[in-house]
């Protein structure tokens, strides 16, 4: 049997644990897996483009166990009421194939992007890193500010969105959190200025320059996780330029990152040689640090592993019958001749 997995089953898991410890655990799931880098199978994802928006598939597998997330991002989604990121995944067992987990993977993805940025953010961030901006104030935007808040001990949000209800928004769902302060913001300027870090988070279809060079601090770390499609960025390439840039897989972020901008041989540090101690996050305080986050299918993985291990500990969930299971392997057919045939409601009414 699968087990399932909706979306009111992780609410409720993520209730029960509390969102700020799932995003702790989250991460040290993601960070597990990152420390074993070389067992992962590894690729760009594969991505259907449209006019409004992509939809992507992200494999991976580590030899035993093998995952996928569906994902699409379609910027305009909102205009008819629909979310701009929701996706799906399912974990399954590499020696037979046979899916173990059907699980929903919207939440799911807020909490593990959130956790990821925070994860990254603390070899990058300066360790007196007390205030973040974030533009962008969408359906991602609780999660981050609370993984900084948790993991970085951020104390000073400045929110800014081109859109206001979205910031009154955002603010309204921190005000659980008193000890986290949460200020409006009139521009990008305002929320970026004197800004330790900074979280670009918006969806537009464009080559958006959400941050400029003058924008930029000396110290500053920019988690930028908005720009993550072809013809999709958020920060101006001289931003890039001058600063150190991290990145989750280099094949997959050349094609979708910030960086995409640059050309193909321009330096990046790839995140599992910072978990593995290879190489140092940050080098100094003066230096601009930028997070290209793209999501990786590691990260999924780590995601599917977390929600079973939570669904199992907390006995929630469903298994469903989503692969047959005959009586003679070889006879298939057999299940057509043991299911009474579904009678049409009109002649149900008749009879
Ligand atoms: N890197 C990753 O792993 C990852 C994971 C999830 C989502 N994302 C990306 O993050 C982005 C945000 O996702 P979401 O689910 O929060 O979307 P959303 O549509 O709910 O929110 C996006 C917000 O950005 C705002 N915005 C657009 N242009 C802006 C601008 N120029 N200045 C300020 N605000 C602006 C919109 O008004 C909106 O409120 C998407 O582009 C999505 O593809 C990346």
């Given at each position: 049997?699968?087990?399932?997995?909706?979306?009111?089953?992780?609410?409720?898991?993520?209730?029960?644990?509390?969102?700020?410890?799932?995003?702790?655990?989250?991460?040290?799931?993601?960070?597990?897996?990152?420390?074993?880098?070389?067992?992962?199978?590894?690729?760009?994802?594969?991505?259907?483009?449209?006019?409004?928006g992509v939809i992507e598939?992200?494999?991976?597998?580590?030899?035993?166990?093998?995952?996928?997330?569906?994902?699409?991002?379609?910027?305009?989604?909102?205009?008819?009421?629909?979310?701009?990121?929701?996706?799906?995944?399912?974990?399954?067992?590499?020696?037979?194939?046979?899916?173990?987990?059907?699980?929903?993977?919207?939440?799911?993805?807020?909490?593990?992007?959130?956790?990821?940025?925070?994860?990254?953010?603390?070899?990058?961030?300066?360790?007196?890193?007390?205030?973040?901006?974030?533009?962008?104030?969408?359906?991602?935007?609780?999660?981050?500010?609370?993984?900084?808040?948790?993991?970085?001990?951020?104390?000073?949000?400045?929110?800014?969105?081109?859109?206001?209800?979205?910031?009154?928004?955002?603010?309204?769902?921190?005000?659980?959190?008193?000890?986290?302060?949460?200020?409006?913001?009139?521009?990008?300027?305002?929320?970026?200025?004197?800004?330790?870090?900074?979280?670009?988070?918006?969806?537009?279809?464009?080559?958006?320059?959400?941050?400029?060079?003058?924008?930029?601090?000396?110290?500053?770390?920019?988690?930028?996780?908005?720009?993550?499609?072809?013809?999709?960025?958020?920060?101006?390439?001289?931003?890039?330029?001058?600063?150190?840039?991290?990145?989750?897989?280099?094949?997959?972020?050349?094609?979708?990152?910030?960086?995409?901008?640059?050309?193909?041989?321009?330096?990046?540090?790839?995140?599992?040689?910072?978990?593995?101690?290879?190489?140092?996050?940050?080098?100094?305080?003066?230096?601009?640090?930028?997070?290209?986050?793209?999501?990786?299918?590691?990260?999924?993985?780590?995601?599917?592993?977390?929600?079973?291990?939570?669904?199992?500990?907390?006995?929630?969930?469903?298994?469903?019958?989503?692969v047959p299971r005959p009586?003679?392997?070889?006879?298939?057919?057999?299940?057509?001749?043991?299911?009474?045939?579904?009678?049409?409601?009109?002649?149900?009414?008749?009879?």
């Amino acid at each position: 049997m699968t087990l399932f997995i909706d979306v009111d089953h992780v609410a409720r898991l993520f209730a029960t644990v509390g969102i700020r410890r799932a995003i702790r655990e989250m991460a040290d799931y993601i960070e597990a897996d990152y420390s074993r880098w070389a067992q992962f199978d590894k690729s760009p994802r594969t991505a259907n483009h449209s006019a409004k928006g992509v939809i992507e598939l992200m494999p991976t597998d580590d030899g035993q166990r093998y995952s996928f997330k569906y994902v699409n991002g379609h910027p305009d989604n909102g205009q008819s009421n629909l979310l701009t990121v929701m996706a799906f995944g399912v974990l399954a067992d590499v020696h037979s194939g046979y899916p173990t987990l059907l699980s929903e993977l919207t939440l799911t993805t807020a909490v593990r992007t959130a956790a990821t940025s925070a994860l990254v953010a603390k070899s990058l961030a300066r360790p007196d890193a007390r205030i973040m901006a974030i533009i962008g104030n969408g359906a991602q935007s609780e999660f981050q500010a609370l993984a900084f808040h948790e993991m970085l001990s951020i104390k000073e949000l400045r929110i800014f969105d081109i859109d206001r209800d979205a910031s009154l928004k955002l603010k309204r769902n921190l005000a659980a959190f008193p000890d986290l302060e949460v200020i409006l913001a009139g521009s990008a300027q305002e929320a970026v200025k004197g800004a330790d870090i900074v979280t670009t988070v918006t969806a537009d279809k464009a080559y958006a320059t959400i941050l400029t060079p003058e924008m930029i601090e000396p110290g500053m770390h920019i988690n930028a996780v908005g720009g993550d499609c072809p013809g999709k960025t958020e920060l101006h390439a001289e931003i890039l330029r001058n600063a150190r840039v991290i990145v989750e897989f280099e094949p997959q972020t050349r094609i979708e990152g910030d960086i995409q901008q640059l050309e193909a041989d321009f330096p990046v540090v790839e995140f599992f040689r910072i978990v593995q101690g290879e190489i140092k996050g940050r080098e100094n305080d003066a230096q601009v640090t930028v997070f290209d986050s793209v999501g990786f299918a590691l990260e999924d993985f780590s995601s599917l592993r977390y929600v079973l291990d939570l669904a199992q500990e907390h006995a929630i969930g469903e298994h469903i019958h989503l692969v047959p299971r005959p009586a003679n392997i070889k006879d298939l057919y057999q299940i057509l001749d043991q299911q009474p045939a579904i009678v049409p409601s009109r002649l149900r009414t008749v009879s």
